[in-house]
């Protein structure tokens, strides 16, 4: 089935670590994006990728950091400079124009 | 800045009735609408979507209404079910921005009681 994957599901950080989410599309879009959502409150846009090799901030990059070296592919680092980094983080996917954005089952991250 | 916004934080119905989620949007250059249905400890799932050009469309068991007037979006669902207990999100694009910049409303808890 075409999809959008997300791993791990449950993940924990020390003080001062880097992790990284993994974020893997097989629908063949060109676009693809992360969001952090906390509880009562509405997605929140970290960065987006509308081509291989380009990638852009969004309304909240600060603490975070991405790459996309292949189409497939969007992982996102939560650096040590995150200060709040528990959270729910999704990534979602879209095909260019009007199209909607599909998403992934989330990784929940969460500090030791 | 703009956010799209929900009249009711929850919602709760009897298993048959038809269920009405409210939206309203403050940016009167949005062009693209959607609704998204999360279910707990998931990703939002695409429900449907409407262009401005439109002011109705049709579903499975779902409709949306979009008012640019009053610039109001609602999602109708009919003979709600259990399985449809989630929390619903609406969402919307700027004209002329790119796909990336969707802004998401803080969603509405929708209880389905058997």
């Known amino acids: 089935d075409g999809g959008i994957t997300q791993s791990p599901k449950y993940l924990f950080r020390k003080e001062g670590q880097n992790v990284t989410l993994s974020c893997e599309q097989n629908?063949?879009?060109?676009?693809m994006y992360w969001y952090r959502q906390d509880p009562g409150q509405g997605l929140r846009l970290i960065y987006y990728?509308?081509?291989?090799?380009?990638?852009q901030k969004g309304d909240i990059a600060e603490g975070y950091s991405v790459s996309r070296e292949k189409k497939e592919s969007f992982p996102l680092t939560v650096t040590s400079a995150q200060k709040n980094p528990t959270a729910f983080y999704l990534c979602?996917?879209?095909?260019?124009?009007?199209?909607?954005?599909?998403f992934g089952d989330g990784t929940r991250l969460s500090i030791l | 800045g703009e956010s799209v916004g929900l009249h009711l934080p929850t919602l709760s119905v009897q298993e048959g009735d038809n269920s009405i989620i409210n939206c309203a949007y403050s940016?009167?250059?949005?062009?693209?609408f959607i609704w998204y249905k999360q279910e707990s400890g998931k990703g939002p799932q695409f429900i449907i979507d409407?262009?401005?050009?439109?002011d109705k469309r049709q579903g499975q068991r779902v409709t949306v209404l979009l008012n640019k007037t009053v610039k109001h979006l609602s999602l109708q669902i009919a003979a709600t079910q259990p399985g449809d207990s989630a929390v619903y999100f609406c969402?919307?694009?700027?004209?002329?921005?790119?796909?990336?910049?969707?802004?998401f409303g803080k969603g509405t808890l929708l209880t389905v009681n058997p």
């Open positions: 409407i262009r401005s050009n439109m």
């Open positions: 629908l063949n879009h060109d676009a």
């Open positions: 969402a919307d694009r700027g004209r002329g921005g790119s796909n990336y910049k969707l802004t």
């Open positions: 979602a996917s879209s095909r260019v124009g009007n199209q909607p954005q599909h």
């Open positions: 990728s509308q081509i291989v090799n380009d990638f």
């Open positions: 940016n009167s250059a949005s062009d693209y």
